[in-house]
C-alpha cells in the first residue's frame, strides 16, 4: 500500500501532490487516477493538472481558491473509490529506412542485435504515454524492451527532424519540431502528434497506449505529403 503523498506548495497558483521519489507501476497509476479525479470532480478555481512520472501539479486561481482548500479536495479524492478510465490505443506508423534512422546500426551494434532485430523489438513493444516534457507534444512513451536500451548520446545532435523515433533508456519519443536531441534515432513517423485542436492540441493523453506500426519509405513519403 503506497504512503500518502506529500502536498508541496508552488508559489501562490500551484500544489505539487508527491506520490513518490520514482516512477513505479502503482505510483504513475495513481498519479493517473488523481488526474482523471480532478478532471471528473474539479474545485472552484480549478486551472490544470499537470501529470509527472510521480507527480502531479495542479494549478488554480488564487482568488478563487487556496494551497489548503485544494489540497483538501485532492486528499478527498484520493480518499474515495476510483477506477481509471480505459486508456486509448494509438498506432504510430514508422518508417526505419536507413536515411530515417540514423542512429539504427549504432544501436543495433551496441546491443549486440541485428538492425531487424532492434526493429522487431521496437514493433512488438507496448508504450505507455508517462507525462508531456521539454518541449510542446513531447510526449514520454515508456516500454523500451530491456534488449535495446542503451542510453543517451555523451552530445546532443542538431536540426533533428520532427517526427523522429528517439530511444533513451526506457522511453522513448516521435518528436514534434526540428530541434536538438542525445537521444537514439530509429526511424520517423509522418503521423503528427501536435493536432492543431486547440481543446485537444496533443494526439495522446497521459495513461494512452502506443504501438508502432512499419511503413515503407513510399508509404511514409505519400503520407508524409499528405
Known sequence: MLAPPLLRPVAEHGLLVEFGALMTPEVHERVLQLDAALTRQPFPGFAEA???????????????????????????????????????????????????????RDVAAATGLSPDEVIAQHLA?????????????????????????????????????RGSVLIAGQQCIVSTLTMPTGWSIIGRSPRRVLTGDADHPFLFEVGDRVRFTRITRAEFDWMEGA
Open 125 to 161: 513493444a507496448s508504450f505507455e504515454v508517462s507525462m508531456y516534457g521539454f518541449a510542446p507534444g513531447y510526449a514520454y512513451l515508456t516500454g523500451v524492451p530491456q534488449a535495446i536500451r542503451v542510453p543517451r548520446k555523451p552530445a546532443a545532435i542538431r536540426d533533428v527532424p
Open 50 to 104: 499537470v501529470p509527472g512520472s510521480a507527480t502531479l501539479l495542479v494549478r488554480f486561481d488564487p482568488l478563487v481558491a487556496d494551497h489548503h482548500s485544494v489540497g483538501a479536495h485532492v486528499l478527498a479524492l484520493l480518499g474515495a473509490p476510483f477506477t481509471a478510465p480505459q486508456p486509448r490505443l494509438h498506432e504510430m506508423p514508422v518508417c526505419y529506412d536507413a536515411e530515417l534512422s540514423p542512429d539504427l
